[in-house]
């Protein structure tokens, strides 16, 4: 068992330009790139966890989502950065049409993503971080057992549970050496 570093997408790893559809909206934020290397070279996995409620809202489809996070990939490649899993929700409990209208276990603040990310890489949450933007992405960290950190966020932080930091390279540089204290 060892520790993850959970990432949320948009406005983390790039821009959040709000139901982000297509690979020519990517847009890597100041630093990520570099930061998400750190944790490749450290050996903690870099995992994604992301609602994508576009999906059910038929804006876009989940083939399009695994279009993006491969043009992501491409992006990262020039600074030896990769993102070693991506778990996404296309879920929304009202809005939408078909199957994908319903009340999930993973759509964030539910820790479901978290879970079953953890399960499938033999990933020791009580000593792993979650990087997110938004509230839910603390209250997903806490359900799951895991650390949030609250970057780059207009909300008051005041009230957020966790640490908080200017963004996500400043974020990994505050929880890579605890990462690689409990790797060992
Ligand atoms: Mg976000
Ligand atoms: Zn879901």
Redesign the pocket.
């Known amino acids: 068992m060892k520790p993850a570093c959970f990432l949320d997408r948009d406005g983390v790893i790039v821009d959040d330009v709000n139901y982000l559809s297509d690979p020519s909206q990517l847009k890597l934020i100041d630093g990520a790139a570099a930061a998400i290397a750190k944790l490749n070279q450290a050996g903690v996995p870099a995992i994604v966890i992301t609602?994508q409620s576009g999906v059910a809202r038929g804006m876009f489809t989940e083939e399009r989502v695994d279009q993006i996070h491969r043009a992501l990939g491409h992006m990262l490649l020039p600074f030896d950065a990769r993102i070693d899993a991506y778990y996404v929700?296309?879920?929304h409990p009202t809005e939408g049409t078909g199957d994908y209208v319903r009340t999930?276990?993973?759509?964030k603040p539910?820790p479901?993503m978290l879970l079953q990310a953890a399960k499938e890489h033999g990933i020791e949450l009580e000593t792993s971080f979650f990087i997110g933007d938004m509230q839910s992405d603390m209250e997903a960290a806490s359900r799951a057992g895991c650390t949030g950190i609250l970057v780059r966020s207009e909300i008051d932080v005041s009230d957020a549970a966790g640490i908080t930091a200017r963004d996500l390279a400043a974020a990994i540089e505050h929880c890579l050496p605890l990462l690689l204290l409990k790797a060992r």
């Open positions: 609602n929700c296309p879920h999930c276990d993973c759509r539910e479901g």
